[in-house]
């Protein structure tokens, strides 16, 4: 089994939907919890690396952390069958991940 390494490509903030839906107090910016950039490296399925903040884009991102792992082939979409783009489902301020197959000693 392979490992996987996430790493945040960007984190997106739509002001006018913000506006419209969130609370007053919940209004500002982007998602806090990650920073662009910023890397994790998953080398057993289901285990969440511990600095990884939020239960439910961890959640979101599952099923494609899933098929790396296990070998899949994602060609179909991407130009690398070991990388998928992905985002968390926060329809307001989503973080937009980058999950690439790798090779660990787990």
Known sequence: MSGCKITVLKKV??????????????????????????????????HRPPEFACDWAWNDIQKVLTVLMLDGDLSRWMKDAGTFVTCCTDGIKPVVFKLERIETTA
């Open 13 to 46: 903030y739509d002001t006018e939907l913000a506006e419209e839906y969130f609370r007053p107090e919940l209004q500002g910016g982007p998602c806090d919890l990650f920073e662009v950039g910023q890397e994790f490296i998953v080398e057993e399925l289901g």
